[in-house]
């Protein structure tokens, strides 16, 4: 048993070995006044060992550099050992991770090397500490445990920092003594550090559909992962300029599951319906999706393309169906949902080819012929 009371232990390029193989594990204790001073000297590493006969035991590792306490603790809650050489040993360096990432707007000026020797199919959680000062970067975006491992990257599941590997829980830092970072969970060992990357999008929205049946209108989305989200506001407008609320949907707040979302318009008017979401934060902060047309008109079969498709500004659209003759109307809409064009035009029987001219940006854009409650399939047409 070590009990450090006064000072620091200065290894230097020396090894430390706390308990014996095969009997006991035995102790050490320190504090920010006394601890081991295990860095790397002149390239030549000083350890702090600790042996381990028991898989489901704390094991401190009151370790600094000359200057700076920064303990670890690694709890051990399984595996497998072998009795004549079992160890854990810890280190610790005043840089930040080997290779840190780019992505990182926050980063930790320090890091810790814990390897296992004969110890398989480990399971464990890690704590460490760093010192006041070491935190490089933009102070509004938590820190979370990082580690590195031959040449790979690797964060916490619930982390929202945008590189690496994800295994393991970060414990909320607002629970955690004063610079600490805590990682449960873990199944391999290697270089530990702290980042923290861009602060996430409110949600990740996979999708936004809608379908129409007999005027009633199916809204159906799905987030990959929210943060911090309150509610989302669908929105409902019937010419793509004016909007009103239709309805509002709680959200998760934060989650990093696939979640679906839906809700009914029980109104869907004959012809284009639009539809948009607004997401707000917790904060108050607000995203505008980009809006979706679901059209409850009666599609009919026939025959309508546009050419060429891709097109400069100048294309055909053709037109052959006896289910929409006489007066129509022929609808152009950006990926917005924005209405760019609605021109009346004469079907007849036959073949019908209209010329459009319109000085249309470079882009996509939706076209279809209505009339009355009967519509065209929508079809893509791309502008160069």
Known sequence: TLTLTDGLVRLGSNDLTIGINGGSDGAITGSSASYVAATLNGGTP????????????????????LTTYAPVRVDLNGGTTSLSNASI??????????GMSSSADKVLNRSWIVEPSGITTPNYDIRYTYGSGEVIGDNTVDLVPIKFSVDTWYKPINSVFPDGTALGNATNINTLPSNTLEWTGLTSFSEFGGAGGNQPLPVELLS???TCNEGMVDLLWQTAS??????????KSTDGETWRVLATIPSAGTSNELLTYQTVDNNGTSGSNYYRLRQVDIDGKEKLYDPINV?????????????????????QVIVNNKEILGACTLNIVDVHGKVIDQRKIEVKDGINMFVISEKLNPGI????????????QVIKHAVK
């Open 295 to 315: 059209s409850c008109a009666e599609t009919t079969a026939g025959y309508f393309t546009s050419y060429p498709n891709p097109s400069g500004s100048e294309f």
């Open 226 to 235: 929210e943060f911090n989200s309150s509610h989302f506001d669908v929105e």
């Open 89 to 98: 040993y810890a280190y610790t360096k005043p840089t930040k991770v080997t």
């Open 365 to 376: 854009y939706f076209l279809n012929i209505t009339n009355g409650t009967k519509t065209t």
């Open 208 to 210: 936004f559909n809608g």
């Open 46 to 65: 000083g350890k702090l060992i600790r042996n381990v006969n028991n898989v489901n035991a704390l094991y401190d590792f009151p370790i600094g550099d």
